[in-house]
């Protein structure tokens, strides 16, 4: 790996000095960009050079705060023309020629007059820098990144800095979740993040947009929280707007691996329809991903989630406007998938006093089937008034196979108990969800009222077999024998009501009020019936009280709060405090022991931002919320599908109480761009799970509340771009880190730890024309934690990782990619290799006029070294676990993409 590195970074400096050496054969051009009337300097606007003779893109560069810029590789003695563009201006463009004898031109001072109609101000997208920071949008020019042809959306993200995308798919960015995707400002298929991410083409895209997830009460009155997940809106190149364009894919390898896939789309203007299917069994995930690249393949690398998957989805997705007034999107899709996966998992269980070892092999077989259904309308009444509409209706069936032998032992190998056991159960279920959101606007700006309900419907109902015998020694020999044969009915239902009112008043120019209420009333009800198995009857009528229970459980809220903001030019504040009563009723209906709760909580906020420059703000959030447990952790029957640990519940648990601060900071300036962030969460009464092991080894769990845990986390992010004529350089930069304090029960006996966290990250993505790309990036982590008791050791463990993913492109035709992973884990329990290298490649081969086909082939994990091993370090316990994964294989796959645009450009 030392030697790969090494060819990298020489290769790296040799383009650099061939760059440096033709660099006298150009020359800059510097200036200073102000306001025809106020002569005051106009920061953020862009300046481009172009040839002349065809138009080309020179260079372009972003003006400062001062308005100054200057623009680098202005080649010598040749005709350009300089254009200048700002929003809210007229264009500027000026025709230029640097003199042979001259590396350096200083023009005047250039005046930029205000456009009297701001729809003649132009705003040329390609010369757009790479990302900017709006007061509540991070914005991502795509064309500013560079992928390999035919790459999709999630290629592009893994480039975008502070982005995150794991094994799964899962997309964070700067920490945090991006939970919706929508295409033009609407959803796409019901927003799931990875069917837009794995499907959408990346060149048809313009622009990449990031901001809070918020709810439509949130975006009426211009609020935040500052813990909201985040949304990506992928907004369309002007000419694919209107036109059909789409991708089938087939492919077929060793070890009878096959994928397909097809997505066809057909766009015009506020119409949009889609259709999507996908069929494989190469772990890529169940949802329709068709994507063939190397890149996109990591889950399959890595192990995945472990075990092998078969997975077949489809559905489609459309949107479209009836009149002025009506906006309709909706969506439906479909979900199959069978995973087998075969484990081997050992524990070593670590008590205050004492230590014993828990080995178990496992097999299971899982087949899920979903339906989800969404329709979104919306209604603009008049110019003050809209009425929206959101309904989803998901429904799902399951059958799961879990067949388990464990055994566990005593430091010197004595057996402590053995256990054989086959757990079996079919479930089924729906949810039903509804949201009516009616806002009204006035004369008087900043006035407005708001009214949501909210309903959501959840059912769910399994029946599971429970066949099993668990051996208990005592001094070498058996001492009892524990026989379970057993069938439990359950049915788990849950209704929740919700009705939210809102009033926002306009005090002053630059101060308002608004008065909210709440009002969430939330039904769970959860009933298990369990019987033994009958010898005489041949069937499940021997009632088992022990783990039969019916409860119920009531939670009622009213929240009035009150909260005022500010907002004048660069500054907004807000600070509000509301007062939450909570009545929580639960009932033990089998027995009709009932325990009535009730609280009074202050659920303070407060937030203040700063925008310190054009493109750059500071927020920092406050606020304080609650989170009652569930309907499983209150439920006070015992949990035992797997014998040997039994979950329990308790009915006493009290509601959890949730502080968090918030602050980030970020910036874009030309080509750069910089975040800043700082978290800092504790709880009370929050709810863990204390563990404890009785005398014949069987563990038990119950979750209790505790008080004292707190966590905080930092997270640096820095991205800079270089580019010099064909040649391109981006360097990303990344630090992050965490530390939690833990406060938990090891047997019963209380136990705190403190974990240290800190990673460190450098990225750089070089590109030459379309011809090479080389990405190379390495991440180092460290981690350590302490624990309060002498009998506990402290665990210190680092992970590095270092991967290299590189395209070819020439001949036109000929595309050959690389990915290329190390990995290295300190903590990989002895008899593994704590390093793995993962290695792929693939050869495309472009064919037809217009490149619309590709003969494609791939091979995975060249080095045969993809081993689902991993190791888990607990306050409790150090488990090493191996899992099923799919290994080596090659695939032959052909891929067509249909394309036929007629919107203008």
Known sequence: MRWSAGIIVCFLLFIST???????????????????????????????????????????????????????????????????????????????????????????????????????????????????????????????????????????????????????????????????????????????PKIALKNLPKDIIDKLQVVDNKTREQRFNKTSNGNEDLAINLTLRKEVQKGWFGRVSAGYGTNERYEGSGMINFFNGAKQFSIIGNASNTNRGSVAGGDFSIANSRSTLDGGGGGLTRAAS???????????????????????????????????????????????????????????????????IDTLTELHINSNVNTNKSDNVNIKK?????????????????????????????????????????????????????????????????????????????????????????????????????????????????????????????????????????????????????????????????????????????????????????????????YINITPSANLGYNFSKTGNLSIYYNGRNQQPTIQQLQPVPDNSNPLYVNLGNPDLKPSFYHNINLQVRESKGNSYWFAGLTYNTTQDQIIYQTWFDDVGKQFSQPVNINGNFSTSGNLQFSQTFKKRDVMLRMNLGANGYYNRNNTFTNKVALASNSISVSQSVGLNFTYKQLLSVMPSFNIRYNKTQYSSESLQDVAFNTKTLSVSAFWNSPKWLILENNLQYSYNSQIAPGFNKSVTMWSAAVNCLMFKNQQGILRLAVYDILRQNVGVSRTVTQNFIEDRQTEVLQQYFLLSFIYNLRKFTGKK
């Open 406 to 598: 464990a055994i566990s032992l005593t430091t010197t190998g004595g057996k402590i108990n053995t256990s054989e056991n086959n757990f079996t159960t079919n479930g089924d279920g729906k949810n039903i969800s509804t949201e009516l959101f009616f806002s009204r606007r006035f004369k008087k700006q900043g006035r407005g009222f708001t009214i949501g309900l909210n309903y959501n419907y959840t059912d769910q109902s399994s029946i599971s077999d429970n066949l099993g015998q668990n051996d208990f020694y005592k001094n070498g020999a058996v001492d009892s024998i524990d026989v379970v044969n057993q069938r439990s009915n359950q049915k788990n239902n849950n209704k929740v009501v919700s009705v939210t009112a809102s009033w926002a008043e306009p005090l002053t120019q630059y101060l308002s009020a608004i008065i909210r209420y709440n009002y969430t009333r939330n039904l769970n009800y959860s009933d298990k019936i369990t019987n033994r198995y009958n010898a005489i009857t041949d069937k499940y009528d021997l009632e088992d009280t022990a783990f039969t229970n019916a409860f119920r459980n009531i939670n009622e809220t009213q929240t009035p709060d009150v909260s005022l903001s500010f907002n004048k030019n660069k500054y907004r504040a807000a600070i509000g405090s509301g007062v939450q009563f909570m009545k929580q009723d639960n009932l033990t209906i089998t027995n009709g022991d009932l325990l009535q709760q009730q």
């Open 18 to 192: 061939a760059v440096q050496a033709q660099r006298p054969r150009y020359g800059a051009i510097k200036g200073t960009v102000i306001d025809s009337l106020s002569r005051r300097t106009l920061e953020s606007t862009s300046v481009t050079v172009f040839l002349s003779k065809d138009s080309s893109l020179v260079n372009y560069a972003i003006t400062s705060r001062k308005g100054d810029f200057t623009i680098t590789d202005i080649p010598l003695n040749t005709e350009c023309r300089i254009v200048i563009t700002s929003k809210g201006y007229d264009e500027y463009s000026k025709s230029l020629k640097l003199p042979a004898d001259t590396k350096e031109l200083r023009l005047d001072t250039i005046l930029l007059v205000k456009a009297f109609n701001e729809l003649k101000a132009v705003t040329v997208t390609a010369l757009r820098p790479p990302v900017t920071v709006k007061p509540d949008t991070l914005e991502f020019n795509v064309t500013s990144f560079k992928t390999m042809p035919n790459a999709m959306v999630e290629d592009l993200l893994k480039q975008l800095p502070g982005v995150d995308v794991d094994k799964d798919g899962n997309v964070t960015i700067n920490g945090k979740k991006i939970s919706k995707i929508m295409v033009d400002g609407r959803e796409f298929f019901g927003g799931d």
């Open 314 to 380: 489809g559905g489609l997705n459309f949107s479209d406007n009836i009149g002025r007034q009506i906006k309709l999107n909706g969506s439906y899709f479909y979900n199959n998938a069978h995973t087998d996966n075969v484990s081997k998992s050992q524990r070593e269980n670590r008590l205050p006093d004492s230590i014993f070892f828990y080995n178990s092999d496992n097999n299971s077989i899982n087949e899920y089937s979903g339906h989800r259904l969404t329709l979104n309308a919306s209604y603009t």
